[in-house]
């Protein structure tokens, strides 16, 4: 991944600084580069992602709230294996686990605000090795999202209390993890409401403001989110649909491709939104003689 700073200090135009980050996807990276001081002297920040969502030689995006905040969780259930034939001398861990999914699914449909998006999916059950037998344990994952601070630590409280607590229920022993340090919780990515209004203008000199399209919020994430809580962000996304080319999967499937005639695109706005930046900060840092009336 990479994105575009911009920093600015008074004795020159400016200074653009290319972050080469790794680890986007669960790793945090922005946030490792943050610490190692990476964004320093750094006064506002672009990134852009290639969307097949979104024809090519078109941008999305939107002031505000943009993506979810996201974190994960792991669970094991313990209880007592034996065999199938006689679950009476056993204590199951898979059925506990059942339960437990389910009661997790409430806590969006019955305890969040209907308009306050929220997002509990578990995506990871791991649990014996035979037909017959019931296991000791059982594993399952997953991902929680919300788009505000409060509702995410509810929602991380919650699926703690409900793991727990229904494992208990059903005589089984739980332990949840949430591992921050090596998968850290990704804030809510909110665009800075001035760079989208600079955005905007930029976007439409080299596109057309036709070709400026509103993105709506999703619960996708991004650690960009780390950069924009520190310094005024934007993060955008960038068309790359081509129905004569086939059709182009989005960035999570096995099936997706780059329609690399995006690219150029995407170069000329990092280029121009860096430079027009620099310039336009710069101007103000230093008004032209004659702009400052001294009434005295």
Known sequence: MVYVAVAL????????VLVFQPAEEGGGGAKKMLDDGALENVDAIFGIHVAASYPIGTVASRSGPILAGNGFFEAVISGKGGHAAIPQHTIDPILAA?????????????????LDSQVVTVGKFQGGGAFNVIPDSVTIGGTFRAFSKESFIQLKQRIEEVITKQASV?????TVIFNENEKPFYPVTVNDKDLHEFFQKVAGD???????????????AEDFSFYAEVIP????????????QGRFESGHSPNFRVNEDALPYGAALHASL??????EKQSKLNPP????HDEL
């Open 9 to 16: 200090f008074c004795f020159q135009k400016g200074t653009v």
């Open 98 to 114: 059942s339960h437990i999914i389910v009661s997790l699914q409430h806590l969006v449909s019955r305890e969040a605000d209907p």
């Open 170 to 174: 059903q005589r089984c022993n739980a």
């Open 206 to 220: 080299i596109l057309g403001t036709q070709n400026i399209l509103d993105k709506q919020p999703t619960m996708g």
């Open 233 to 244: 962000g934007y993060f955008f996304s960038l068309g790359m649909k081509n129905e004569t």
């Open 274 to 279: 860096a430079t027009r930046y620099i310039l």
């Open 289 to 292: 003689k004659g702009s400052i």
